[in-house]
């Protein structure tokens, strides 16, 4: 069975400094790995997904994320937060074996200091 | 107009009303899903449809019936529902089967239902 484990619910950093945010994730097969991000009163949008190629991946607004199959995460990365990246990042995990099956995080608030 | 959009955007409905959401995605995708968001709980997947059929119901009270008539349409029909059913309805599709193995899922805006 999937699942998936947003280990920070809240995440608060300075404007300019990196982000951090992490996700385990638990799979039976070959897993598909996606980080999405959605804005007060808003969907959400795909920020990048893992889709067993490269290791690792690049998304947009400069964004990126290491899939590391040995220690089952996909933490999601940013080198310098600006002020517009303030929102709730979901880490979501599938696999075609499961056919529509999506296995959303709880979800992790972040914060940009100014 | 591109994506996947959603109607209304807000909606306001007594116990006692009717309502129908509505989702719409012009992305040429086969698959669609509704999804509730409630204030400080996981994303809840309620129902899936893929090429039109039903394929996941996620134990959702029968206050919510969805409908989907097309592959490009999808309907949530509302009616007697409670003050704990308020929250944010998120739609979303995405292409499943054939040779495509990357099926990311792509969200509408949402619609706040507030229920009084």
């Known amino acids: 069975a999937q699942s998936v484990t947003q280990l920070d619910s809240h995440v608060s950093v300075s404007e300019g400094t990196p982000v951090l945010l992490r996700c385990n994730y638990s799979?039976?097969?070959?897993?598909?790995l996606f980080w999405y991000v959605q804005h007060p009163n808003k969907g959400l949008q795909l920020l990048l997904k893992?889709?067993?190629?490269?290791?690792l991946v690049k998304g947009i607004n400069g964004f990126e994320a290491e899939f590391k199959k040995s220690e089952t995460s996909f933490h999601l990365t940013k080198p310098s937060a600006h002020m517009s990246d303030a929102a709730e990042y979901f880490c979501?995990?599938?696999?075609?074996?499961?056919?529509?099956?999506?296995?959303f995080g709880t979800g992790t608030s972040l914060t940009v200091i100014p | 107009e591109t994506g996947v959009t959603q109607t209304p955007r807000h909606l306001v409905m007594g116990m006692t009303n009717k309502k129908s959401l509505k989702c719409e995605q012009h992305?040429?995708?086969?698959?669609m899903y509704w999804y509730k968001q409630s204030a400080k709980k996981p994303l809840e997947l309620m129902f899936v449809?893929?090429?039109?059929?039903?394929?996941e119901n996620n134990s959702v009270p029968s206050r919510f019936s969805p409908e989907c008539p097309n592959s490009s349409h999808l309907f949530l029909h509302l009616h007697t529902l409670q003050p704990e059913d308020s929250a944010l309805y998120l739609c979303?599709?995405?292409?499943?089967?054939?040779?495509?193995?990357?099926?990311?899922?792509?969200f509408g805006p949402g619609t706040r239902l507030t229920v009084t």
């Open positions: 979303a599709s995405s292409q499943e089967g054939g040779a495509a193995h990357s099926y990311e899922q792509y």
């Open positions: 799979s039976s097969y070959s897993p598909s």
């Open positions: 893992y889709t067993s190629a490269a290791t």
């Open positions: 992305l040429g995708h086969n698959a």
């Open positions: 449809y893929n090429f039109k059929e039903q394929t």
């Open positions: 979501v995990v599938s696999d075609r074996n499961t056919g529509n099956q999506f296995y």
